[in-house]
């Protein structure tokens, strides 16, 4: 790509990417004064403008590669598929309205997950009541009209009503984003002109109110959803937001004087066709930046950026999931008694009108006997267009090979006797009244599942290594649940196509860069804001720590209005005048000391019963271990001052013994502390973990250094003779006679090899608190290992390293 620098301009804040993250961020900093550009990577879609054409559809994806910059970003992944969006609003273009909350009891603080490690989330729902009030107010959901005329026949709401009733489970309906009623308050009435606030809708058009046509999940075209565009967007642009679209985001990087530089491209939409890597790169200069550009682009744009953005959190590209996302369907519903066909027409209505609550262990509420105790869940109605039935009604033709041979039948005999009406009765017979979609409903399933994925870059382009294995029991209990309702409906459960391979399609990715309270916890604070990178922001779904567990979308703009409170108050206390050079955004706000991190990998075995490491490698009943650690000087200066030299450690312990992978609640390590002799130093770890049984384990495990030549350097620092103790065994106290097993662990060749990668650093002189580190540790090991002797007779300058004491 060629690089094109005279492009160069300056904003006080970049916002990248326009959807619930985004356009919240935009709006509250251009309301506030700041100069705002939003760049976003689709184009605008004003009502009318949506595909719906075979020709027009073949133009709706998001292929930069081909040259194709449409709405659907699809995305398949090893184990999943995922579907995003590309435009001006980004996923409220064609997400299904529904704005629920957060439950209060699913906010966890360390929660143990099934395959080991922890969901954590730094933040609770009173936090964010307030700002999901705010939210409210912008977008005015209200759930759907189920009792106005033109809106009271859609046979879906009292399907899953029924269903829920008959199973003893919550059914409510949810808010939907939606304008039913002419304005906030008025009377529904189908079709109606809507009201629009003071200025109007920065597309300049006239939106109606809900058709019940199903088309929400393809772009509305009458324009009744309450999209961001209608909404956030539109009143950022009033107070002087600067919205360009077909700009897409390639690289970011931090500058000496404070601020970020911001590579882009732009998709000249009458030049569509043109490969994206053969665009020119103009660059932009800001104060402060948003990225929102949803868990994929955020993620990448973080992950490309690494080597730009020293320091930045280990959890980069962890806590990934698909928010428990899942489709199945109720096929051929009956009536009460289960004689005749009933009615539940997908078609009419918006996508979702219903939701079914499935309770969670954490509730405290009564289980249920067709789903076993476990995360909780939400089950809603599935709706589609018109035309979709046709679809539907051709894909069940091979399984009803009856009604198709009837059809043949019928055919052959109008030919033989000439009868002019067999004909209209024959098709009418194949299409079976519409049967088939008219009884069929897709239920769609969300919920907590396991955020264990990991987002990394392969080739350059963006991978998810995730599958549904680490939420298997969720997925079990969810689909025990959507049966029990297909079933309440007296009709058949159908998995979807894609779970007979075990995959699912997420529309709710999350996690890639999460929040947290400490820089090995999170990439970001609580409020967004990147550890060691002050004025950089993440405001989208990739920051979630873990599943929202229903519709993500009013929780992510809620976190945004809440990081812009934050992000102001900052503003307003340093005002910072990066441009000037007098006061840069970095000296206002980065940490007056520097850290330095990296993370290192063990494997090696243990066995229970012994107390010598040494004995437990020769045991024949040995199993294996393996542990990950991220090991943390939270300030170099204290670090080198203090005799200790103590990093804090966290990270997981994993073997099947213990239950899986369990995490480090507690941990530490000591660099270099003295050692049984003068000559000898030790690498000490004592990590604290929780075996799945609740039992207390403690890890203590020295690395003995001792003098006795180069050649055992490697050894030394990379085996580890450990033993585990029964509870938590503080600092000084006897352990010898609570061991439960001993064991050793190494670290291999390709293992260092990685750890070398993993240093990161934060602070206002990061690269010299790494060089520093590293001249300590290096010259520690000189002393052990190549001590000088001082001189005198007989003086032969560094000491024979074949022939050092104890060696």
Same mark, same amino acid.
């Given at each position: 790509?060629?690089?094109?620098?005279?492009?160069?301009?300056?904003?006080?804040?970049?916002?990248?990417?326009?959807?619930?993250?985004?356009?919240?961020?935009?709006?509250?900093?251009?309301?506030?004064?700041?100069?705002?550009?939003?760049?976003?990577?689709?184009?605008?879609?004003?009502?009318?403008?949506?595909?719906?054409?075979?020709?027009?559809?073949?133009?709706?994806?998001?292929?930069?590669?081909?040259?194709?910059?449409?709405?659907?970003?699809?995305?398949?992944?090893?184990?999943?598929?995922?579907?995003?969006?590309?435009?001006?609003?980004?996923?409220?273009?064609?997400?299904?309205?529904?704005?629920?909350?957060?439950?209060?009891?699913?906010?966890?603080?360390?929660?143990?997950?099934?395959?080991?490690?922890?969901?954590?989330?730094?933040?609770?729902?009173?936090?964010?009541?307030?700002?999901?009030?705010?939210?409210?107010?912008?977008?005015?959901?209200?759930?759907?009209?189920?009792?106005?005329?033109?809106?009271?026949?859609?046979?879906?709401?009292?399907?899953?009503?029924?269903?829920?009733?008959?199973?003893?489970?919550?059914?409510?309906?949810?808010?939907?984003?939606?304008?039913?009623?002419?304005?906030?308050?008025?009377?529904?009435?189908?079709?109606?002109?809507?009201?629009?606030?003071?200025?109007?809708?920065?597309?300049?058009?006239?939106?109606?109110?809900?058709?019940?046509?199903?088309?929400?999940?393809?772009?509305?075209?009458?324009?009744?959803?309450?999209?961001?565009?209608?909404?956030?967007?539109?009143?950022?642009?009033?107070?002087?937001?600067?919205?360009?679209?077909?700009?897409?985001?390639?690289?970011?990087?931090?500058?000496?004087?404070?601020?970020?530089?911001?590579?882009?491209?732009?998709?000249?939409?009458?030049?569509?066709?043109?490969?994206?890597?053969?665009?020119?790169?103009?660059?932009?200069?800001?104060?402060?930046?948003? %990225? @929102? +550009?949803? *868990?994929? /682009?955020?993620?990448?744009?973080?992950?490309? $950026?690494?080597?730009? !953005?020293?320091?930045? =959190? &280990?959890?980069?590209?962890?806590?990934?999931?698909?928010?428990?996302?899942?489709?199945?369907?109720?096929?051929?519903?009956?009536?009460?008694?289960?004689?005749?066909?009933?009615?539940?027409?997908?078609?009419?209505?918006?996508?979702?009108?219903?939701?079914?609550?499935?309770?969670?262990?954490?509730?405290?509420?009564?289980?249920?006997?067709?789903?076993?105790?476990?995360?909780?869940?939400?089950?809603?109605?599935?709706?589609?267009?018109?035309?979709?039935?046709?679809?539907?009604?051709?894909?069940?033709?091979?399984?009803?090979?009856?009604?198709?041979?009837?059809?043949?039948?019928?055919? %052959? @005999? +109008?030919? *033989?006797? /000439?009868?002019?009406?067999?004909?209209?009765? $024959?098709?009418?017979? !194949?299409?079976?009244? =519409? &049967?088939?979609?008219?009884?069929?409903?897709?239920?769609?399933?969300?919920?907590?599942?396991?955020?264990?994925?990991?987002?990394?870059?392969?080739?350059?382009?963006?991978?998810?290594?995730?599958?549904?294995?680490?939420?298997?029991?969720?997925?079990?209990?969810?689909?025990?649940?959507?049966?029990?309702?297909?079933?309440?409906?007296?009709?058949?459960?159908?998995?979807?196509?894609?779970?007979?391979?075990?995959?699912?399609?997420?529309?709710?990715?999350?996690?890639?860069?999460?929040?947290?309270?400490?820089?090995?916890?999170?990439?970001?604070?609580?409020?967004?804001?990147?550890?060691?990178?002050?004025?950089?922001?993440?405001?989208?779904?990739?920051?979630?720590?873990?599943?929202?567990?229903?519709?993500?979308?009013?929780?992510?703009?809620?976190?945004?209005?809440?990081?812009?409170?934050?992000?102001?108050?900052?503003?307003?206390?340093?005002?910072?005048?990066?441009?000037?050079?007098?006061?840069?955004?970095?000296?206002?706000?980065?940490?007056?000391?520097?850290?330095?991190?990296?993370?290192?990998?063990?494997?090696?075995?243990?066995?229970?019963?012994?107390?010598?490491?040494?004995?437990?490698?020769?045991?024949?009943?040995?199993?294996?271990?393996?542990?990950?650690?991220?090991?943390?000087?939270?300030?170099?200066?204290?670090?080198?001052?203090?005799?200790?030299?103590?990093?804090?450690?966290?990270?997981?312990?994993?073997?099947?013994?213990?239950?899986?992978?369990?995490?480090?609640?507690?941990?530490?390590?000591?660099?270099?502390?003295?050692?049984?002799?003068?000559?000898?130093?030790?690498?000490?770890?004592?990590?604290?973990?929780?075996?799945?049984?609740?039992?207390?384990?403690?890890?203590?495990?020295?690395?003995?250094?001792?003098?006795?030549?180069?050649?055992?350097?490697?050894?030394?620092?990379?085996?580890?003779?450990?033993?585990?103790?029964?509870?938590?065994?503080?600092?000084?106290?006897?352990?010898?006679?609570?061991?439960?097993?001993?064991?050793?662990?190494?670290?291999?060749?390709?293992?260092?090899?990685?750890?070398?990668?993993?240093?990161?650093?934060?602070?206002?002189?990061?690269?010299?608190?790494?060089?520093?580190?590293?001249?300590?540790?290096?010259?520690?090991?000189?002393?052990?290992?190549?001590?000088?002797?001082?001189?005198?007779?007989?003086?032969?300058?560094?000491?024979?390293?074949?022939?050092?004491?104890?060696?």
């Amino acid at each position: 790509m060629a690089r094109d620098r005279t492009a160069t301009e300056q904003v006080d804040a970049l916002v990248v990417g326009s959807g619930f993250g985004g356009s919240v961020a935009a709006c509250r900093l251009a309301q506030a004064g700041l100069g705002v550009v939003v760049m976003e990577r689709g184009r605008d879609y004003p009502p009318g403008s949506f595909a719906r054409s075979p020709a027009q559809a073949a133009r709706a994806f998001w292929a930069p590669e081909a040259g194709s910059y449409g709405l659907f970003d699809v995305r398949g992944f090893r184990h999943f598929d995922s579907v995003v969006a590309s435009g001006l609003g980004g996923g409220s273009l064609i997400y299904a309205n529904v704005l629920l909350r957060k439950d209060e009891r699913w906010f966890v603080d360390r929660e143990q997950l099934p395959g080991g490690g922890y969901e954590s989330w730094p933040v609770t729902r009173a936090d964010l009541d307030p700002h999901y009030d705010a939210v409210e107010r912008v977008l005015t959901p209200t759930p759907y009209p189920a009792d106005h005329p033109g809106y009271d026949d859609v046979p879906k709401v009292r399907a899953m009503r029924t269903a829920a009733d008959r199973l003893a489970l919550q059914h409510f309906l949810p808010p939907l984003a939606v304008s039913f009623a002419p304005e906030p308050g008025g009377r529904p009435g189908i079709g109606l002109p809507i009201v629009e606030a003071d200025g109007g809708n920065l597309h300049g058009v006239t939106r109606r109110t809900c058709r019940l046509c199903g088309e929400c999940n393809i772009g509305c075209n009458e324009g009744a959803k309450n999209s961001l565009d209608f909404t956030y967007l539109s009143a950022a642009r009033q107070h002087g937001a600067d919205l360009r679209t077909g700009h897409e985001v390639r690289t970011i990087r931090p500058t000496a004087r404070g601020g970020y530089e911001v590579d882009y491209v732009r998709h000249d939409p009458t030049q569509e066709g043109v490969p994206a890597d053969r665009l020119p790169v103009r660059t932009l200069l800001c104060d402060r930046l948003v %990225l @929102a +550009a949803g *868990t994929y /682009g955020t993620s990448y744009l973080l992950l490309r $950026s690494r080597r730009q !953005l020293p320091g930045i =959190g &280990a959890a980069l590209g962890t806590r990934f999931s698909g928010n428990g996302d899942i489709l199945s369907f109720a096929v051929r519903t009956k009536d009460r008694h289960g004689a005749r066909p009933s009615s539940v027409d997908p078609t009419r209505g918006p996508v979702i009108t219903s939701t079914i609550r499935l309770p969670d262990d954490l509730d405290g509420q009564d289980q249920h006997a067709f789903a076993p105790p476990g995360r909780g869940a939400y089950i809603q109605d599935g709706g589609y267009p018109a035309f979709v039935s046709w679809l539907v009604e051709a894909a069940g033709l091979p399984q009803d090979a009856g009604r198709a041979g009837r059809f043949l039948l019928r055919q %052959l @005999a +109008a030919h *033989t006797v /000439g009868d002019p009406g067999t004909v209209s009765a $024959s098709l009418a017979g !194949l299409l079976d009244g =519409g &049967a088939l979609s008219d009884t069929s409903l897709p239920l769609l399933g969300m919920g907590r599942d396991t955020p264990d994925g990991l987002l990394v870059l392969r080739r350059g382009a963006l991978d998810a290594e995730w599958s549904t294995a680490g939420s298997a029991q969720h997925y079990a209990r969810l689909r025990a649940a959507l049966r029990a309702v297909s079933e309440a409906l007296d009709g058949r459960y159908a998995d979807s196509p894609h779970w007979l391979l075990k995959r699912i399609i997420t529309v709710h990715p999350c996690g890639g860069a999460p929040m947290g309270r400490n820089q090995v916890e999170g990439v970001c604070d609580e409020f967004g804001e990147v550890y060691g990178h002050p004025g950089l922001y993440v405001m989208d779904a990739a920051a979630l720590p873990g599943p929202v567990g229903t519709n993500p979308a009013l929780t992510v703009a809620a976190l945004a209005d809440r990081a812009c409170t934050r992000l102001l108050e900052k503003r307003d206390s340093a005002t910072p005048t990066p441009s000037s050079g007098a006061t840069s955004l970095a000296s206002a706000t980065y940490p007056q000391h520097s850290s330095v991190q990296f993370t290192e990998t063990m494997k090696g075995s243990f066995a229970r019963g012994l107390s010598d490491p040494r004995a437990a490698q020769r045991s024949p009943a040995r199993e294996p271990l393996r542990v990950r650690l991220t090991l943390t000087i939270e300030d170099i200066d204290d670090f080198l001052a203090r005799p200790e030299h103590v990093a804090r450690a966290d990270g997981w312990i994993e073997a099947r013994g213990l239950g899986g992978r369990r995490p480090v609640t507690d941990g530490e390590f000591h660099f270099f502390g003295a050692g049984r002799t003068r000559d000898h130093r030790e690498l000490r770890y004592r990590l604290f973990l929780t075996d799945s049984t609740g039992a207390a384990r403690t890890m203590i495990g020295v690395k003995d250094l001792a003098p006795a030549g180069l050649t055992r350097i490697w050894p030394a620092t990379t085996t580890l003779p450990y033993v585990l103790l029964e509870g938590h065994v503080p600092q000084g106290e006897d352990p010898t006679a609570d061991i439960v097993a001993a064991g050793t662990l190494r670290i291999s060749l390709p293992d260092f090899l990685r750890q070398l990668t993993t240093f990161r650093t934060t602070g206002r002189h990061s690269a010299a608190a790494l060089a520093r580190f590293h001249a300590f540790f290096l010259d520690e090991l000189r002393r052990i290992y190549w001590p000088v002797r001082r001189a005198g007779p007989g003086h032969r300058g560094p000491r024979d390293p074949g022939h050092a004491p104890g060696g």
